[in-house]
């Protein structure tokens, strides 16, 4: 079992800046690959970013490519999400996952997550 906690999230205008944090406990954080994800109301969970376990490979959704970096510090447990430029469209809850299976895009593929940390921008 894997206990995943966001934090970081806020209020921020346009053109802003935003680290999100998520602090994992349980087993061992380094064995698996950590994914990011949004849900903004009315709408389904997106991917967002995702990373592999030594870190050395990053992937991330054509929204926020050039934007947003994924990163992870495996003796801290935690993984973070850079977020720069951020926009409007950006408005969302936030969710950090654990990868169990398949491809790192899909939500299906995720076994634990987080509670979420509301992402607000204002134009």
């Known amino acids: 079992q894997v206990q995943l906690v966001e934090s970081g999230g806020g209020l921020v205008q346009a053109g802003g800046s935003l680290r999100l944090s998520c602090a994992a406990s349980g087993r061992t954080f380094g064995s698996y690959v950590m994914g990011w994800f949004r849900q903004a109301p009315g709408k389904e969970r997106e991917f967002v970013a995702a990373i592999n376990r030594s870190g050395g490979s990053t992937y991330y959704a054509d929204s926020v490519k050039g934007r947003f970096t994924i990163s992870r510090d495996n003796a801290k447990n935690t993984e973070y999400l850079q977020m720069n430029s951020l926009k409007p469209e950006d408005t969302a809850v936030y969710y950090c996952?654990?990868?169990?299976?398949?491809?790192?895009?899909?939500?299906?593929?995720?076994?634990?997550w987080g509670q979420g940390t509301q992402v607000t921008v204002s134009s």
């Open positions: 996952a654990a990868h169990y299976s398949g491809s790192y895009y899909y939500v299906s593929s995720y076994i634990y």
